[in-house]
């Protein structure tokens, strides 16, 4: 199971943004984070909790090892509004948190 | 690049069977690559159904196993998804999406299409 929070967040363009992904059981490193804008499928922004994917902007960034990980935005952006959430891939089933919303303020 | 369309009936009725169809284009199918299905109940989380590699192994959710049969077609570069006796917690946003071999994430993904249980 994996549990992430905060459920919703709203944040002023500029400002820092910090989600958490906590799993039940160790996962290693195998932790994915996603974007997901209104009616688009998800887009993959973080792999293996911290390594960067190629074409995505330098302020996503993750962190993070064992059950306990993190994802931030260092200066959100307008086009940042979406619902992020993590993916564990260490072992079957895979599964999603929660997700989080981030409204632009 | 790389593009996946879904593709089936968007009404079903409740204990039919759900049929979906993933097309794969500008990428061999037959490359070490998972082909999975993951959906999204309105409002809800993302939840894994399972996936396909194109020798036929398969891995399935546990919560959805026993209604769950994925296929993959190499000559036509598609895959599919049969997931039996739906009712009207089966309605969702059908993805499908490609995971190379290990411990990688999605990282292509189909629009998605939606599917309503409901007679």
């Known amino acids: 199971v994996m549990t992430q929070s905060p459920a919703f967040l709203s944040v002023t363009p500029g400002e820092k943004v910090t989600i958490t992904c906590q799993a039940s059981?160790?996962?290693?490193?195998?932790l994915n984070w996603y974007q997901q804008k209104p009616d688009q499928a998800p887009k993959v922004l973080i792999r293996?909790?911290?390594q960067s994917i190629s074409g995505v902007p330098s302020r996503f960034s993750g962190s993070g090892s064992g059950t306990d990980f993190t994802f931030s935005i260092s200066s959100l952006e307008a086009e940042d509004a979406a619902t992020y959430y993590c993916?564990?891939?260490?072992?079957?089933?895979?599964?999603f948190g929660g997700g989080t919303k981030v409204e632009i303020k | 690049q790389v593009q996946l369309q879904e593709s089936g009936p968007g009404l079903v009725k409740p204990s039919d069977t759900l049929s979906l169809t993933c097309a794969v284009s500008?990428?061999?199918?037959?490359?070490?690559?998972?082909w999975g299905w993951i959906r999204q109940p309105p409002g809800k989380e993302l939840e894994w159904i399972g996936y396909?590699?194109?020798?036929?192994?398969?891995h399935y959710n546990p919560s959805l196993k026993s209604r769950v049969t994925m296929s993959v077609d190499t000559s036509k570069s598609q895959f599919s998804l049969k997931l039996s006796s739906v009712t009207a917690v089966d309605t969702a946003v059908y993805y499908c999406?490609?995971?190379?071999?290990?411990?990688?994430?999605?990282?292509?993904w189909g629009q998605g299409t939606m599917v309503t249980v409901s007679s």
């Open positions: 500008g990428y061999s199918i037959s490359s070490s690559n998972w």
């Open positions: 059981e160790g996962i290693g490193n195998y």
């Open positions: 999406a490609k995971k190379t071999d290990g411990h990688n994430p999605f990282d292509i």
């Open positions: 293996d909790a911290s």
């Open positions: 993916q564990q891939g260490s072992q079957h089933p895979l599964t």
């Open positions: 396909i590699y194109y020798s036929g192994s398969t």
